[in-house]
């Protein structure tokens, strides 16, 4: 016979083992059911982490597409502003064309004619120290002034002196000269003066230089200070020589010198050629800076 107390303790450990169990399996229900609430929120937060990698992925390539638009649009703007300054530039080209007289770069001696009408724009007195004859007024296209005065002023410094004895001449001043040369030289006279209309000193940009010894125009002062000087420098004042020797035109004149700008004179300097040597399409193109 089993003993009451082992009865007893038998009893009580079948409960207590019962207990045991029945808590393991409640616990392991328990973690179970905590592992399931787990995962399913793993899986969702990857489901939310795949919906947010797409959404970044779509913001990265809308980015990807505004950046690219922004870039076009950019280079769009840089050549509307490229545009807008060129158009600007052409403005002001075409603005400074037309405050310029277009007869200033023509050539004339047989070529082109000024009618008797033509007059320049402005026209302003050479000061006194510059010319021979103080009793009589000369004149000079106002915006050659500036050139002329500092080429004679620097020259006279550097031991050229020289004078002017002509400058500006109407239509019909050229009329009544060519008329006295006429009558003195016959045909001869069409040799080394032009018929009125066309000689470039109705421009009013054209003087003709002597020295104090020679007072008057003679081929002489080819071999002045003054001409060799001229020769050297009047380019960088903007003046060239119109008729060297042996031109088609007229006879040789040292001392007839055109203003037609430092630009086109620096290239005829430096090329070794004449104002008539070029096309006049050539010559053109230097209007625009004639005096810059």
């Not at 609430?37 to 797409?54: F, T, Y």
């Not at 950046?67 to 603005?95: M, Y």
């Not at 103080?134 to 080429?151: C, D, H, R």
């Amino acid at each position: 016979m089993i003993p009451t107390r082992l009865k007893i303790f038998l009893l009580i450990s079948g409960v207590f083992s019962t207990i045991t169990t029945g808590l393991g399996i409640y616990a392991y229900w328990r973690l179970n059911q905590e592992n399931i609430g787990l995962n399913q929120q793993v899986s969702g937060l990857q489901s939310n982490l795949v919906s947010v990698n797409a959404g970044l992925e779509e913001e990265k390539n809308t980015n990807s597409e505004l950046t690219q638009t922004l870039q076009i649009e950019q280079e769009k703007n840089k050549i509307a502003e490229a545009r807008v300054a060129e158009l600007s530039g052409t403005v002001d080209t075409f603005q400074k064309l037309s405050q310029l007289d277009a007869e200033l770069l023509e050539k004339y001696s047989k070529v082109f004619f000024l009618s008797e009408n033509y007059i320049p724009s402005l026209l302003v007195k050479i000061q006194e120290q510059y010319t021979t004859d103080k009793s009589k007024e000369f004149l000079i296209y106002a915006n050659v002034t500036p050139f002329l005065q500092v080429m004679l002023t620097v020259a006279a410094n550097e031991g050229a002196d020289m004078k002017i004895v002509s400058a500006y001449r109407s239509f019909g001043e050229q009329t009544s000269l060519k008329s006295s040369y006429k009558f003195f030289y016959g045909s001869g006279a069409n040799q080394f003066s032009a018929d009125q209309g066309y000689s470039e000193h109705q421009l009013g940009t054209t003087v003709d230089f002597t020295t104090p010894e020679l007072k008057g125009l003679s081929l002489d002062f080819q071999n002045s200070a003054g001409y060799k000087w001229l020769t050297d420098n009047a380019y960088k004042y903007g003046f060239a020589l119109s008729y060297p020797k042996n031109n088609s035109y007229y006879q040789f004149e040292p001392w007839h010198w055109r203003f037609v700008g430092r630009s086109l004179a620096t290239r005829l300097h430096d090329g070794g050629q004449y104002f008539y040597d070029l096309d006049q399409r050539e010559i053109d193109q230097y209007l625009i800076s004639i005096f810059d």
